[in-house]
């Protein structure tokens, strides 16, 4: 039996993304370990993190703050996957197959904020 969160969607995604980008940041300089690869590891792995917290939460309105942030989290990522590109850290290959996934990504979670929106 699978555990709530793990059923979403949104959440499969999220979680290859987080993966996907924990691996590309393999290859960021050694000097940015503890800049930019900290930072957008932080960020893309508090999109998932924050869809299973409030997957857990017991209100809808407690669920939707969670998801708020993981979208945050979301356009976060955006900007520093953008930023890593620009600082050649990143091919620009490698960032549009991220884009990809991360607009599929924010189409889901907006969906599912609207919905548990409507139900409130």
Do not use: H
Not at 2 to 9: D, I, N, P, S, T
């Amino acid at each position: 039996m699978q555990k709530g969160y793990k059923k979403l969607e949104v959440w499969k995604l999220a979680n290859e993304f987080m993966i996907l980008a924990y691996k590309y940041t393999k290859d960021f300089p050694r000097d940015e370990e503890f800049g930019l690869t900290s930072q957008l590891r932080r960020a893309v792995l508090s999109i998932p993190t924050n869809i299973v917290e409030g997957q857990a939460s017991i209100s809808k309105k407690e669920f939707l703050n969670f998801l708020n942030i993981a979208n945050r989290s979301l356009v976060e990522t955006e900007y520093l996957l953008e930023v890593a590109c620009a600082l050649g850290y990143l091919t620009k290959e490698r960032l549009e197959e991220l884009e990809k996934i991360k607009s599929k990504i924010g189409i889901l979670l907006n969906g599912l904020i609207r919905s548990l929106r409507k139900l409130q």
